[in-house]
Nanobody
Framework: QVQLVESGGGLVQAGGSLRLSCAAS????????MAWFRQAPGKEREFVAR????????NYADSVKGRFTISRDNAKNTVYLQMNSLKSEDTAVYYC??????????????????WGQGIQVTVSS
């Protein structure tokens, strides 16, 4: 069973950047479409970005389009989320997730059967 571990979170000032990493172990990472979700206090978990199993360009939530970039390195079993021009409203726990069933859109948390434990990102204004 593949396990996912996020890293790279922390506290950053508004306008700054962070890069999140999600390392997979214990299985075939390249079989999964991968995504990042986030959950702010009192809110539902929301889709941030997705990259297909073979890589290439990602799909993004409108709220992060143009500021965040998702990428993956199948040789390193890792998916990344580069976050630039951070805003206070980006503050949340960020989760990486894997979809082994290749859902067409992959915007719903229900599409994903593999989850990391989450990592806090806090943007101070």
């Amino acid at each position: 069973q593949v396990q996912l571990v996020e890293s790279g979170g922390g506290l950053v000032q508004a306008g700054g950047s962070l890069r999140l990493s999600c390392a997979a172990s214990g299985g075939t990472f390249s079989r999964y479409n991968m995504a990042w979700f986030r959950q702010a206090p009192g809110k539902e978990r929301e889709f941030v970005a997705r990259v297909l199993w073979r890589g290439g360009g990602g799909n993004y939530a409108d709220s992060v389009k143009g500021r965040f970039t998702i990428s993956r390195d199948n040789a390193k079993n890792t998916v990344y989320l580069q976050m630039n021009s951070l805003k206070s409203e980006d503050t949340a726990v960020y989760y990486c997730a894997g979809d082994s069933n290749y859902h067409i859109f992959g915007y719903s948390a229900r599409d994903y059967d593999l989850w990391g434990q989450g990592i806090q990102v806090t943007v101070s204004s």
